[in-house]
Each structure stands twice: as structure tokens, then as C-alpha cells.
């Protein structure tokens, strides 16, 4: 009986953050379908999402797209070996690695980006170093290779831990036993270790590209004024011009982008290891 | 002598770190045998074993496989196929396709690998499992699926790696019988490894004990049981009594002050010597008739006998009867001459490892 009462009032525990949710996260959500799908007048419309398709918008929105697609790449082709090898080689220092890795999420994310704006611009500190060595400079900042080292750069620990892991749960039998039936090390690659790490994969693609697709912190730092991310319209439209309507609209867009490439990533994840990171 | 030897181990060290695992280990298994070697937990066993798959590498000595020396060949290119502990199935297949695995890698036909799946499904009876995944399997289903992945490739040699260690008792026992038919409709090689006992002797055709990484008897389980050549042996098949006796000349052991005839030879005149009785090779007979007297101090029903402890000459004898013998009764003891085995005292480094280590 008296465990009964216990597990009841254990309930009421989820409170604080129930107030939270509510406060913080389906409030606000209710008010951008309001304000993005109505006019100024208070009719319903859907002439804010339609916004997209005026050319600024879709470019800027294209251009979000290719970046985020282009740096989750990249992250992915610099995390998986690193992944791979980190769990082959077993190393005691292996999580000293991982702290490395993981040591940049410790200090603040504007403070990185604003570190590599000092280090990339023309007058910066890779500049200063290849003028010591009389070496041609480059001109780096503002252009959208700056931005994609800029999400490469904060975004990489997001793809190396879920695909980490993940591969340090593949029970070592089990690669042996694909050796054991003629699998070379390649074939055991290919059809036992990389499908059953796939789960991590997908985890890390989300982390990566969702965080790239939306930003505007790190375009606005690294991109200067000419490089206009969707991130950076949204981020106008609400800050600059006060146009709660059309930020609210274009917001709804990027949110069925997101939606759609979880519900695309999600069809592959089968195993789902990486639904506790979300 | 060579031409049945299927696969020979010579001289195979292997440490890990510090810890040497297997110290100059020789064994060889003939064609179409069952084999196991068993053992406690860190006897070198498995080691062994995965030397032999091709998992691990020794740091020295040879692996000759149908006379070819296969020590550096990677578990792929090697003609067997193991059964790992904990089935080690591919998760993210269907049956058919975890069982269709080594068969692809080979480039059979599409014709043979369905053909192959239905008979490999029908000799683990498993008919109909094709299109359901590993995790909606139980325990003992999964491990046939195992064993069925790995026959399908025509395997020279089966090595299981404690196959049945993660079931429980009745399934475990179904599974031995299953393992033997297997073994005889196959008719290829079997290596064994387990730490049961019962398992080995039930299902082997030669057992092979081991611990702390050296080989301690090799036999077939009558044999081992019967015979045991030392104590560590003695004690880890079975029950036993083991006793630290003199033997007096040839067919005369002296056992606790009270002399028994044996049928052992050779073992010279008042020799220590460590015999060896079986709980049921002794005879509780009235006070008068026994060779030795002693007191019922316990006793437990367990089913087909009872186990009782008597004490006589100063020591607790393990006896197993089904006659009843109540706690405090007096008996006599008697011990029929072809029922005490005679060990050698260790001498040796190779036979301190016998000592038992619980």
C-alpha cells in the first residue's frame, strides 16, 4: 500500500519540467504556427510560408542546404575512421582521446567561432603566419568554405560519439564469426560492421546537419554580411524588421525540412541506438 | 601415424601480458572425432580453441591442418567454422540471411544457398524461421541457428566455443543429444570446449582436461573417469575421494593405516601415492565386514542415492548409496580392488599445475 502512494507521488516529480515544457517549448511552438500561418490582420494565411519561394529566401534556404549537407559530409568522412580506429586499436588512452575531442564543447560556442573569425581574417592569425614564412595569403573568411570549417569545426564531436559508441558495442564475435564464414576484412567491413554501426551514423548525421541547417551565429561570424543563411533571414526577419509573421513562416519551412530529413533517417534506423540522444 | 591426424598443435605457447595462458601445449585430433577440452574458467581452453579458428595467434608453435602449417593463415581462408558462446549472430539479418552468409561470400549458386538454408533449417529444426530476425529467437534457438550457419559451409572441422553455457539445464541437455545426432549425420570433426563435466562425458569421443594451461589427461571419458592420472583430474570429473596413501608393493595400498588390495602395479615399495575413490565405488557393509569402521556424520537424499559423509581413520568419506545408513549409525567400509585408482605425487613444474586450485 504503502509503495503504491510512493510510486504516485513519484509522478509529480515530472512536474517542474512538465511547467518547463510547457513554458518554454510548446508555448512558443503554438505561437510561430500562429504568427507563421496569419496575416498582420489575424486572418489565417499562408502567405508567410509561401515567402520561401521569393528569391532571396530560397536562395538563402538552397544555400543553408548545400553547407549543412556539404560539413555533415565531411564530418562524417573525418568521424568514421577515427570511430573505427578508436574502438580497433582499444587503447587505455582512448578515453583521454575522447576527452580531446570532446574538451572544445567546453568552452563556449561563440567564443570558438569568434576564435577562428580572429584566426581566418585577412589580417588574422593564419595570414600573419604565412607572411612570416613568405607564403601567398588566403582569403578565407566570408566565403562559405570558412562557414563549412566553422560547422565542421563545432560539430564534429556530435558525429565521432554516437558513431563511437555504437561500434564499441558490436560484440567482437561477432566481426570474428563473419571472419570465421570467409569474410576478408573488407567484406567484414561492409556487410557486418558498417550496417550495424549505421544507427550511430544516422545519429550523428542528425546532430550534425540539423544544428548546420539552422544556425546563423556561426554564418553571421564566419560569413560576414554577404553570405545570408536561412538561419540569418529567419534571425532578420524577427530581430531587425520585427516581422514576427514572415520569421514565424520561414521558421515553419525549415521545421518541415528538418522533419522530413529525420523521417528520411529514420526509415534506415532500424536499430534506433540513437533515439536516447535526442 | 600421421594419417588421421586432422589437425596437430605443436609446442603452442601463448601469454597475454604477463599472464601465460598456455604453456607448450601438444594435442592432435584425429578425423571425425569428438573432442573436448574442458576445464575450469582460465585453463587455456578457449584459447586453444580461437588459436585453432584463427582468433588468436601463438606466440609460439605450429598449427598443422591436414599437414599444412595454417599458424599465420587469417580465420577466413581456414576450412572450419566455429560456434562462439554467445551465438554471435548478425543482428540486422533475417535467419536466412545470417545462415546464407558464408555461402554468398563463397559465390554459390541461388539455387544451392536456398537448397543449403532449408536443409541446415530442417537438420537444427527450425523449418519456417527463414524470415524471422535473430532477437525474436530464444536462447536455444538462436544457438541452432549458430551451429546452422556455420555446417552450411561444409566445415572440416566444428569448433564450439561453450555452445550450450548460456542455456538452461533441460534445453542444455536436449541440445547435447541434438549436438551427438548432429555430429553423426555430418560426420565431421567436433571440437568441444565447456568447463561441464557431465557435458564432456556425454557427448565426447576423446576428452582432453585442462588447467592452468596445461593439458592434464587426455582419454575417452571412461577412461578419465575411471582412471584419472592425478588429482586435479580426479576431483574436477566427478565426485571423488582423495586420499594421500602409501603403496606398499604391488596390488597393496595402505590407506589411512588400514591396508586394501588394489590391481595397480609399478609404483615401487612404500611410495606416496594420491588414490583416488569414487563416492559410488564404495561399499557400506556391516562393522565386522568392513575394512575400516567409521561413523555416519551426514546425510543427504539427492534423488537416486543418498550422499553420505562417514567419518573413519580420521578423514570424511564422500560415499554414494542408495542403501540408508542413518546419521550416528556405525558402518564398514569396503572398497572392491578394481575401484581404487592409484595416482603418481606430483614431482615436477608441468605437474604442480595439477595442484587443485578452487
Known amino acids: ?278 | 601415424m600421421t594419417d588421421n591426424k586432422l589437425i596437430n598443435l605443436v609446442n603452442i605457447s601463448k601469454s597475454f601480458g604477463d599472464t601465460l595462458v598456455l604453456d607448450n601445449l601438444n594435442l592432435y585430433i584425429r578425423e571425425n572425432e569428438f573432442v573436448t577440452l574442458l576445464g575450469p574458467s582460465g585453463c587455456g581452453k578457449t584459447t586453444t580453441l580461437r588459436i585453432i579458428g584463427g582468433f588468436e595467434s601463438p606466440n609460439q608453435g605450429q598449427v598443422i591442418f591436414k599437414g599444412t602449417d595454417i599458424t599465420k593463415l587469417p580465420p577466413n581462408e581456414r576450412q572450419l567454422n566455429t560456434v562462439f558462446q554467445k551465438y554471435a549472430l548478425f543482428t540486422h539479418m533475417t535467419i536466412a540471411e545470417n545462415i546464407a552468409f558464408g555461402l554468398k561470400i563463397k559465390k554459390k549458386s541461388k539455387a544451392y544457398i536456398l537448397d543449403k538454408i532449408s536443409y541446415a533449417l530442417k537438420l537444427v529444426n527450425l523449418d519456417g524461421f527463414e524470415d524471422r530476425m535473430p532477437d525474436s529467437l530464444s536462447g536455444g534457438q538462436q544457438q541452432r541457428i549458430a551451429i546452422a550457419r556455420a555446417i552450411v559451409n561444409e566445415p572440416k572441422v566444428l569448433l564450439l566455443d561453450e555452445p550450450l553455457g548460456a542455456l538452461d539445464l533441460k534445453l542444455r541437455q536436449d541440445m547435447q543429444y541434438e549436438l551427438i545426432r548432429l555430429k553423426n549425420e555430418l560426420g565431421i570433426t567436433f571440437v568441444y570446449v565447456t568447463h561441464d563435466q557431465e557435458e564432456a562425458l556425454t557427448m565426447s569421443d576423446t576428452i582432453v582436461v585442462m588447467n592452468q594451461g596445461y593439458i592434464q589427461q587426455i582419454g575417452t571419458p571412461e577412461h578419465i573417469y575411471n582412471e584419472p592420472e592425478n588429482a586435479f583430474v580426479a576431483d574436477f570429473i566427478g565426485d571423488s575421494n582423495i586420499i594421500a596413501s602409501t603403496f606398499v608393493e604391488d596390488k597393496r595400498v595402505n590407506i589411512l593405516g588400514a591396508d586394501f588390495s588394489c590391481v595397480d602395479i609399478g609404483f615401487g615399495r612404500n611410495q606416496p601415492v594420491d588414490v583416488v575413490i569414487r563416492p559410488e565405488d564404495i561399499d557400506l557393509v556391516k562393522p565386522e565386514e568392513g575394512t575400516i569402521t567409521g561413523r555416519v556424520t551426514s546425510l543427504l537424499f539427492k534423488g537416486v542415492h543418498y550422499e553420505m559423509e562417514v567419518m573413519a581413520n580420521g578423514r570424511e568419506w564422500l560415499i554414494h548409496s542408495t542403501d540408508l545408513c542413518p546419521v550416528g549409525s556405525e558402518v564398514g567400509i569396503h572398497v572392491d580392488p578394481y575401484d581404487i585408482q592409484i595416482m603418481k605425487k606430483p614431482e615436477s613444474e608441468d605437474e604442480q599445475a595439477t595442484i587443485i586450485s578452487e
Open chain 1, 1 to 278: 500500500m504503502k509503495r503504491k502512494i510512493n510510486f504516485v507521488n513519484i509522478k509529480w516529480l515530472s512536474f517542474p519540467y512538465l511547467l518547463w515544457m510547457a513554458g518554454f517549448i510548446i508555448i512558443p511552438l503554438i505561437m510561430i504556427f500562429f504568427y507563421g500561418l496569419s496575416s498582420e490582420k489575424g486572418n489565417l494565411t499562408i502567405e508567410n510560408i509561401k515567402l520561401i519561394l521569393d528569391p532571396v529566401n530560397r536562395k538563402a534556404l538552397v544555400l543553408s542546404l548545400l553547407l549543412s549537407v556539404i560539413s555533415t559530409i565531411i564530418c562524417l568522412i573525418l568521424a568514421y575512421p577515427l570511430a573505427l580506429i578508436l574502438n580497433r586499436t582499444k587503447l587505455k588512452s582512448n578515453s583521454f582521446i575522447l576527452l580531446i575531442i570532446i574538451l572544445p564543447m567546453w568552452m563556449n560556442f561563440l567564443l570558438r567561432t569568434i576564435a577562428w573569425q580572429n584566426i581566418l581574417e585577412r589580417t588574422g592569425v593564419l595570414n600573419g603566419m604565412l607572411k612570416l614564412l613568405h607564403l601567398p595569403t588566403l582569403n578565407i573568411i566570408n566565403t562559405p568554405g570558412a562557414i563549412i570549417l566553422g560547422m565542421v569545426y563545432n560539430f564534429l564531436p556530435f558525429m565521432i560519439l554516437p558513431i563511437y559508441n555504437v561500434l564499441i558495442k558490436i560484440d567482437q564475435d561477432v566481426v570474428n564469426a563473419a571472419r570465421d564464414l570467409g569474410a576478408n576484412s573488407l567484406q567484414t567491413f561492409g556487410k557486418i560492421i558498417l550496417p550495424l554501426s549505421m544507427p550511430g551514423v544516422l545519429s550523428g548525421i542528425t546532430m550534425v546537419f540539423v544544428p548546420s541547417l539552422t544556425t546563423f551565429v556561426i554564418s553571421t561570424i564566419l560569413g560576414g554580411s554577404k553570405i545570408v543563411l536561412i538561419g540569418n533571414v529567419i534571425e532578420q526577419q524577427f530581430l531587425k524588421l520585427g516581422n514576427w509573421h514572415t520569421g514565424s513562416g520561414l521558421s515553419l519551412v525549415l521545421m518541415i525540412f528538418i522533419l522530413f530529413s529525420m523521417a528520411v533517417l529514420s526509415k534506415y534506423d532500424k536499430g534506433s541506438e540513437g533515439d536516447n540522444l535526442w
